[in-house]
């Protein structure tokens, strides 16, 4: 903990309401989701060694070998504006993670809408955000990051997608506490003035970083797929598709499969 802390700015220590390293944990996302049933205070920061029942989007096993990677959550309040004052939230979280990844030398990284941290078509992270609360009020969020530094092949023979992890791409493996800690410095602040600036003040960023725009794509939702060619985010946020006939669809939720790869 005191090498996270070492690695911590000012701002960041501020915004900090309590900082946990788990040396094994079934989730860290659920961990923080029961925490915020008693109203524990925005900024609490939740680290893991090891996640028994990570997960990913759609109820996925996210691997989560002991001491290789990046398990973290970190548990914030919204008081007002309910679900629609954190519409994009993960667009700027992505975001937040690129800008990290940069710092400490890693750049040829990107976002796939909505929330997966990519490298060269393979996914290197990606963030889940689990929201309760009233839909026009306060809402707690938990927002969970999980990041691949250093993945066993033997332990990814369950991964059902192209991964990859920092190791292979910089062919070193990276100092993780000093990583964990700048992912806080860009994350905290972001979340902390989201409710004010909302996904606009992001947008433009995020549209750097996007690695799908251009290409064919399949966008899921529950059974339906639909097909296109993905036109990047509109102003909300939104993945605008482009049909066959021309026409231009935006869409809020779903999972994108492209270039035959499975969402």
Known sequence: MEKIEAALNKQSKALISGLEIHDQIDSTNRYLVEQARHQVASGYVCFAEQQTAGKGRRGREWVSPFGSNIYLSIGWQFPQGGYAAIAGLSLAVGVTVIRALREQHIHEVGLKWPNDIMCQGKKLGGILIEVSGESD?????????????????????????????????????????????????????????????????????????????????????????ITGIVE????????????????????????????????
């Open 232 to 263: 990047g985010v509109n102003d909300d946020g939104l993945l605008l598709l482009k049909r066959d006939n021309g026409t231009v669809q935006a869409f809020a939720s779903g999972e994108v499969s492209f270039s035959g790869v499975n969402p």
């Open 137 to 225: 009020g306060p809402c707690s969020v938990v927002i969970g990051i999980g990041l691949n530094l250093f993945l066993p092949k033997s332990k990814a023979q369950n991964i059902t997608q192209a991964w990859t992890d920092i190791t292979q791409i910089t062919g070193q493996r990276p100092a993780r506490n000093a990583l964990a800690g700048t992912l806080l410095n860009h994350i905290l602040p972001v979340i902390a003035g989201f409710e004010t600036v909302g996904i606009k003040a992001y947008l433009d960023e995020w549209r750097r970083y996007d690695c799908l725009k251009g290409l064919p794509a399949t966008l899921f939702i529950a059974q339906q797929s």
